[in-house]
C-alpha cells in the first residue's frame, strides 16, 4: 500500500558524523506509527540512543523542540478530531498537559528565546487560528480572529513575529505575519492562486511556495511584503521549504511525476542541486541545528524510516529501521 504523503507527514515533519556538522550530540525528536498509536520519540543526530518518550494507547504527533533541546511539545490527538498540547522532557520525565479546549489544536512550534509556543487551533472549516502559550500552559491568547483558516504558524528569528498561511477564500491561500501580542497584522502576498508553507530564515527572510496555472514556484519576501523574488519555477509540485542555520540555503520537495525527491537551493537562486534519485518517497527535510546535514523521511518497501545526508546529498545514512511509520519532526540542540 502506498501511503498518502499528507498522512504520512501528520505521523510526522559519532565520530564520522560530528565532522559533518556535530549530528551526534544533537537531538532528532521523530514519531513512531504502530498499529493503533502513535508515540513520540527522540535519538542522536547519528542514531544512537533512542527513547521513546510517550506510551500507551496515545495518538501523540508533531514533536517541536525546545530551542536548549531539553523539553518538547507534541500534540495528543483526540476522539472526535480534537488534539492537545503536551510537553515532556526529553528524557521522558515531566508530562504536562498544556491545553484542553472543545477544539482541534495542532503545528505546536516553540519560539526562539523559549518563552512562548505558537499553534493553530479550529474546529469546523473557517475557524482555525493562531494562538500563543506558554510553556507551562498560561498565557493562552488568540493572535488571529475571522471567519477563515489561518495556519502553519512560523516564528521570525527575533521571536517577534510570527508568519502564517491564511486562506482568504477557497483555495486562495496568502502569507500574513502578526506581531505576538496580535496587533501589527501584515498581508504579504496577494495574487490568484495559493501561496503557503512559510519558513522564516535566520537572516530575515521569508520562504514560501507558489501555486497557480500549473506551475510551482519557490519564493522569497521580506516580513514588510517587499523584496519579492524567485528562486525556483517548476511544471511540478514543489513543497517543504526549509532553511538552513546560517540562511544561505533551502532543502525542499520536488514531485518527480512518481514520488517526492529532495533539492537544494542557495538563497540567491543558484547551486539548484537533486539531493535523492530513487525510487522512494523522501520528504519532510529539516536541517540538523550546525547546517551540516539534513534529516528526512523515506518511504521504501512499505515502512517509512528516518535518514540523514549532507547538504550536497551524499553520505545517506537510515538512522531507523523498523516495520512501522517513522518520520522525522524536528532536529535540534541536544541537552
Known amino acids: ?27 532528532i525528536a521523530y514519531t513512531s506509527l504502530g498499529a493503533s498509536s502513535s508515540h513520540v520519540w527522540v535519538m542522536r543526530g547519528d542514531g544512537s540512543e533512542k527513547d521513546e518518550l510517550t506510551t500507551g494507547s496515545v495518538v501523540d504527533v508533531g514533536p517541536s523542540l525546545s530551542p536548549s533541546g531539553s523539553r518538547l511539545v507534541f500534540v495528543r490527538r483526540l476522539p472526535g478530531g480534537r488534539g492537545d498540547l503536551y510537553r515532556v522532557g526529553v528524557g521522558g520525565a ?41 510553556p507551562d500552559g498560561t498565557g493562552r491568547r488568540r493572535l488571529t480572529s475571522n471567519t477563515v483558516d489561518d495556519v502553519d504558524p512560523v516564528w521570525s528569528p527575533s521571536g517577534g513575529r510570527i508568519a502564517f498561511t491564511r486562506y482568504v477564500g477557497g483555495t486562495n491561500a496568502e502569507i500574513y505575519v502578526v506581531k505576538t501580542d496580535g496587533t501589527g497584522l501584515r498581508r504579504l502576498t496577494d495574487r490568484p492562486g495559493s501561496d503557503y508553507g512559510a519558513d522564516w530564515s535566520s537572516t530575515g527572510w521569508i520562504a514560501f511556495v507558489r501555486r497557480g496555472g500549473g506551475v510551482h514556484e519557490l519564493r522569497l519576501v521580506r516580513r514588510d511584503g517587499s523584496g519579492q523574488r524567485r528562486l525556483v519555477r517548476s511544471s511540478r509540485p514543489l513543497g517543504s521549504p526549509t532553511w538552513s542555520p546560517n540562511g544561505s540555503r533551502l532543502v525542499f520537495e520536488l514531485w518527480d511525476g512518481e514520488d517526492w525527491e529532495l533539492y537544494v537551493v542557495s538563497f540567491n537562486g543558484t547551486g539548484l542541486r537533486r ?55 524536528d532536529w535540534g540542540a541536544g541537552p
Do not use: C, Y
Request: proline share 4%; charged share 15%.
Open 275 to 329: 539531493l535523492t534519485q530513487n525510487g522512494s518517497g523522501d520528504f519532510g527535510p529539516v536541517w540538523g541545528p550546525e547546517g551540516g546535514r539534513i534529516a528526512f523521511t523515506r518511504f521504501s518497501g512499505g515502512s517509512n524510516n528516518v535518514w540523514t545526508m549532507r547538504g550536497n546529498g551524499t553520505d545517506k545514512r537510515r538512522l531507523t529501521s523498523a516495520s512501522t511509520h517513522e518520520a522525522v519532526s
Open 1 to 27: 500500500m502506498v501511503w498518502p504523503k499528507g498522512l504520512l507527514l501528520a505521523v510526522a515533519g559519532a565520530a564520522g558524523l560530528a565532522g559533518a556538522g556535530g549530528a551526534g550530540a544533537a537531538t
Open 94 to 134: 515531566g508530562l504536562t498537559r498544556l491545553t484542553q479546549t472543545a477544539v482541534g489544536e495542532a503545528d505546536p512550534a516553540w519560539s526562539p528565546g523559549g518563552g512562548l509556543i505558537a499553534f493553530e487551533a479550529g474546529g469546523a472549516i473557517g475557524t482555525s487560528e493562531i494562538l500563543v502559550v506558554e
